[in-house]
């Protein structure tokens, strides 16, 4: 543990074995690190702008802690534009980012840099300018070998860590026993269920491995189906904990190993705890007692003795005992020694630190397993390497893997770091520059990755790392990412490669009075320590470099006493205040987003949510849901209830009360004909037709799509039914169980009309993006617990090297709680409540000019009740405490929850209401032939370079070379070409230096080239090529290009004429996507050869 003015002392080791996964029972003593490297405090270099500076030092290593708002970005593309200068091929720097988007758009500045050097533009803040200047040596260099990077962009080696594993393991299939890459999915839940269902079913079978599964059983009394899921949930981390059981394991080797590792942990703690305590007051205590335990004195030096101790000095709650009794062993004559005891204690009252020392003591588990525990994690150690085993046949079966197995499969490839193999050797020496971004959020799986990848570096050799992270923005622990890492590598670099620490401090991103706000928030709720084991790290503030707005930026939004929708109309409100720029609802769990997308849908406010609105939350997939579960189980009452109460029947509460007065509800008395009509015909069906035809049969012939108020609801019935046919088995699903928990996976498409003004997402979902205003809400709600896991475990530093705690779960909710796995779940906790401050740290740095906090508090009494301790408003409460306190005295009855609500009136088909006829079915027709793209111009040669202007322009970039090769590829004769390819080029540059041109070319929203869709006019499809499209302000931009040129006068005349000619199939376009989308549709044609323009 170490202060914020220094660093972590000791790093979080990776565990490795000797051959891949396979592993020996010695491997799992902790292990020192492999390449020891100096303790290395924080950079001498203090200031923004040298830290900028050195970090292009294209010789050197660096480690840059980057803030929010930072620029980290920028700072990549310079570090990657400056390596590009230096190398003989572009793919010996390798750039790796955590998702495919932050990779695209890594690549996409890159050759924007480039492309804007290539035109000589200079740029106009000083990092723009600095990026150009940049790009220009990278552009010489890549034009003098001849590397084309601008018409093949492939040569970027700008990639995921996932893509990094595939292509390692498509080079070596037999080594990374993985032969060819099959299908990678990235949602693996069904092939788990799959492998977990097949480890139980060995239950039946002879041996060791049915004994152990027996045994595990018995430990959930007997609870197959939870087993079957506990084993589900721990399949998706078995790269972790296969690192520290190995697949063949020695289970007495390892419980000696264990509790090694449990009694230095024990030791450790002791002698942190006796240096802490006071001299004077130690002896005192163990006079004490002695007394108490009718011992004679001695000394307090064991685990034991001072477990005995914390507890005579400590009340249950965890604060200090004020007085003692018989309880404690002091009888009622013990005058003395009481008052000695009190004594003592106004000594400690004021030690804090000691306090909370002392807390951490008692919960140390013992140092050794009983015959109980060790019996089921025995059983463990024997059942999780066979899940894992089960799962490579279902991976084998079904020809599909997860991200995981890939990524075994790549270090199973390179080897060892201290045994690489011919393929690690291979790919180190390829390598000279490695840039990884995001590193807060790496994993020890994906550290260990690296290691093996640049084990074959020699030092001194020119070959850099360039790593950027913020420990303050990590907030993935729930994909094993490990802050500890960061720390390590700050102190002991990777691999052996030492990095110099580097930190900025400008925040290029929000107002100064945001900054400030965070500046003060945060330095206060981030630790003082940094503790690797407690997944702790100190704040590190800001300086703000735009000019102050003249105001308070960040509004407390305080409630009291209100209920969900309350907030959601507070939402709401903001959200249409903040109508200029980009705003972002911003939320801590998609559950918490339900009342405010409501109230958004309500008040007809566009939005655009991604995996945010839950499709089993409409209305719509609840009925068919019901009316799924009513087919399949006639006996289900609450689906019949549910169906009964549906638009397409309509019950009122009376009649649905009348018709649940018997021990069955019968539908086929409920409702008019219709309704029982389509009842019957759908119990008849079902498991004798495939379960999707049996259940949208029911639903139309009920009156289903007339019951939905809008599109979305249409789109919502269809994924519902496409679910359906998924997980058809014979007429039903595998189970219902698996069909609700696959519903409540189902989200609703983005509105396409929404536009990006308003956005709701969640905080995870907000990294690395920013807002002009964001909408935190929710303050006072709490993120649903995370359930217990099937075995628990911790790498936790230790004076040499590291220690293992491993766990069972617990038995049940009713037994004494078992000590290890209480530990570690305390130690979760710990870790998941820093991480907690973080995603509040995160959620209000993504703000540019507001940030608003909004949260509810309980008031009892007329008093404020304090926040639930795992909220954001908890952490918050010294700094909002005044607001929430004001709203409970000013609040309204008739504001919140007393407030009137009128009840949502009951909606129904009416009575008599016929499921209409079908429309005339669409006949076919030879359609006419669509209109060709005509050019101007007389003659094959300058249709052809009609023809190859769109493709460059389609493609985005291009070279003289290229389009001569594309028109002697069209038949261009040779005595024609030169001239060709001058007037291509010529069309094209012309293109780029108009300011139209470049408006046209720009990165837009919803963009597209050479856009193919097919229209249906009076029953002919025709066919719509689309040169460009996109949207802008809420506006679909349609626009062809034309390639015609005029000699001499006339020009505005010639245009003119051109929109009169094109007309017809112009507005054919508009008619293609006012239906498709309904919004707004503006149309241009675009003549780059006489830098012209017309729109309507």
Not at 52 to 68: C, E, G, N, T, Y
Not at 285 to 294: E, I, S, T
Not at 517 to 535: H, I
Not at 711 to 735: N, T, V, Y
């Amino acid at each position: 543990m170490a202060g914020c003015a220094g660093n972590a002392r000791r790093g979080l080791l990776p565990r490795r074995g000797h051959s891949g996964s396979e592993r020996r029972p010695e491997d799992l003593r902790a292990l020192s690190p492999a390449h020891p490297m100096p303790d290395r405090g924080l950079a001498p270099v203090t200031s923004d702008h040298e830290a900028r500076r050195r970090a292009l030092d294209p010789a050197a290593s660096f480690l840059v802690q980057a803030p929010a708002g930072s620029g980290k970005t920028e700072l990549l593309i310079q570090r990657f534009l400056a390596l590009l200068a230096r190398v003989d091929q572009p793919e010996a720097i390798v750039a790796i980012t955590f998702t495919r988007k932050a990779a695209a758009e890594m690549r996409d500045r890159v050759l924007t840099a480039l492309d804007r050097a290539a035109r000589g533009e200079e740029g106009e803040s000083a990092s723009d300018r600095l990026t150009l200047s940049l790009a220009q040596p990278a552009l010489a260099v890549a034009a003098a070998r001849g590397w084309d990077i601008r018409t093949n962009p492939s040569r970027l080696r700008i990639q995921t860590i996932d893509s990094l594993c595939v292509s390692l393991v498509k080079r070596m299939p037999w080594l990374s026993r993985l032969g060819a890459v099959p299908e990678i999915v990235e949602d693996a839940g069904d092939l788990y269920r799959e492998a977990a269902r097949a480890t139980i079913q060995m239950l039946g079978e002879e041996g060791a491995a049915a004994d152990a599964i027996a045994r595990l059983a018995l430990h959930v009394d007997n609870d197959i189906r939870r087993l079957q899921m506990l084993l589900e949930q721990q399949l998706p981390r078995r790269d972790q904990y296969l690192r520290h059981i190995g697949v063949n394991p020695d289970p007495a080797a390892v419980r000696a190993q264990l509790e090694a590792d449990l009694a230095r942990l024990a030791a450790e703690a002791t002698a942190r705890l006796r240096a802490a305590f006071p001299k004077s007051a130690e002896a005192r205590l163990a006079g004490l007692m002695a007394f108490a335990r009718k011992t004679g004195p001695a000394p307090l030096t064991t685990f034991e003795q001072w477990r005995g101790a914390a507890d005579l000095l400590l009340t249950t709650n965890g604060n200090w005992r004020k007085t003692v009794n018989v309880s404690q062993g002091f009888p009622p004559g013990a005058r003395l020694q009481k008052s000695q005891f009190q004594e003592m204690m106004s000594d400690l009252q004021n030690r804090d630190d000691l306090l909370e020392e002392l807390n951490e003591f008692r919960r140390l588990p013992p140092a050794r397993f009983t015959d109980a525990q060790w019996q089921v994690l025995e059983a463990l150690l024997t059942v999780l390497p066979m899940a894992a085993a089960q799962l490579k046949l279902v991976f084998a079966t079904h020809g599909a893997v997860d991200f995981v197995e890939v990524g075994e499969a790549a270090r199973l490839a390179l080897g060892e770091a201290d045994e690489p193999t011919d393929l690690a050797l291979s790919a180190g020496d390829r390598i000279e520059h490695l840039l990884v971004d995001e590193v807060q959020d790496t994993s020890i799986t994906q550290i260990e990755l690296f290691e093996r990848l640049i084990a074959s570096w020699e030092p001194g050799g020119g070959r850099t790392l360039f790593l950027v992270g913020d420990p303050m923005q990590s907030i993935y622990k729930f994909r094993d990412a490990e802050v500890g890492l960061f720390l390590r590598i700050r102190q002991q670099g990777l691999a052996g490669h030492a990095v110099e620490p580097l930190r900025l401090t400008s925040n290029f991103r929000s107002r100064p009075e945001i900054v400030e706000w965070v500046n003060g928030v945060f330095s206060r709720l981030f630790p003082p320590r940094e503790d690797v084991a407690a997944g702790a790290v100190c704040y590190s503030g800001s300086e703000a470099v735009r000019e102050p707005a003249g105001g308070p930026r960040v509004r407390v939004h305080a409630l009291a006493g209100a209920d969900a929708a309350t907030e959601a109309e507070l939402v709401a409100d903001l959200a249409e205040e903040q109508r200029d720029g980009h705003t972002a609802i911003l939320l801590r769990a998609r559950q918490h987003g339900t009342a405010i997308v409501a109230e958004l849908r309500r008040r007809g406010i566009r939005y655009r949510a991604v995996d945010l609105d839950s499709l089993g939350e409409r209305s719509a997939v609840r009925d068919l849901l019901a009316l799924t579960r009513g087919l399949l189980h006639p006996g289900d009452r609450t689906a019949w209830l549910s169906i009964l109460r549906a638009p397409w029947c309509g019950l009122t509460l009376a009649e649905l009360l009348k018709a649940s007065q018997g021990a069955l509800i019968s539908p086929l008395e409920a409702g008019d004909a219709r309704f029982r009509d389509a009842i019957r015909g759908g119990l008849r069906s079902i498991r004798r037709v495939p379960l999707r035809q049996c259940v949208e049969e029911t639903w139309r012939a009920l009156g289903g799509p007339a019951c939905l108020p809008d599109e979305a609801a249409h789109s919502d019935a269809a994924r519902f039914f496409d679910l359906l046919d998924e997980l058809d088995r014979g007429g039903e699903p595998e189970s219902l169980r698996l069909l609700e928990e696959r519903v409540a996976k189902l989200y609703a498409q983005p509105d396409p009309l929404a536009g990006d003004s308003l956005q709701i997402m969640t905080i995870h979902k907000a990294k690395g993006l920013e807002f002009d205003s964001v909408i935190l809400p929710g303050l006072s709600l709490s993120a649903a617990s995370d359930p217990k896991p099937l075995l628990r475990w911790a790498e936790l530093p230790l004076d040499k090297g590291t220690g293992l705690v491993l766990a069972p779960v617990e038995a049940s909710e009713d037994e004494a709680e078992d000590p290890i796995y209480a530990y570690l779940q305390h130690l979760d906790r710990r870790r998941q409540r820093h991480e907690s401050v973080r995603l509040l740290y995160v959620a209000a740095t993504r703000a540019r000019e507001w940030l608003h906090l909004a949260g509810n508090v309980e008031v009892e009494n007329g008093a404020v009740k304090p926040p639930r301790r795992d909220t954001f408003l908890h952490a918050l409460w010294p700094a909002v405490e005044h607001e929430f306190t004001a709203a409970a005295r000013e609040r309204r009855a008739a504001q919140f929850a007393l407030g009137f609500r009128p009840p949502r009136p009951l909606r129904r088909l009416p009575d008599g209401w016929r499921v209409p006829e079908p429309p005339e079915p669409l006949r076919w027709r030879p359609a006419e032939a669509d209109e060709p793209v005509t050019y101007d111009w007389t003659g094959a040669t300058l249709r052809h370079v009609g023809t190859v202007v769109h493709a460059a322009l389609h493609r985005g970039a291009w070279t003289a070379d290229w389009i001569r090769r594309a028109l002697e590829g069209r038949g261009v004769p040779p005595a024609e070409l030169e001239g060709a390819v001058a007037t291509a080029q010529r069309a094209l540059d012309n293109m780029l230096a108009d300011e139209r041109g470049r408006w046209i070319l720009a990165r837009r929203e919803e963009e597209a080239n050479e856009f193919d869709a097919s229209l249906v006019e009076d029953g002919v499809v025709r066919r719509c090529v689309i040169d460009r499209t996109f949207v802008e302000d809420g506006i679909r931009w349609v626009i062809d290009y034309k390639t015609g040129s005029l000699e001499g006068g006339g020009v505005e005349q010639f245009l003119d004429n051109e929109v009169e000619r094109y007309r017809g199939q112009m507005e054919r376009y508009r008619r293609l996507f006012e239906e498709m989308e309904g919004r707004p549709v503006r149309l241009g044609l675009y003549f780059p050869l006489l830098r012209g323009w017309r729109e309507w």
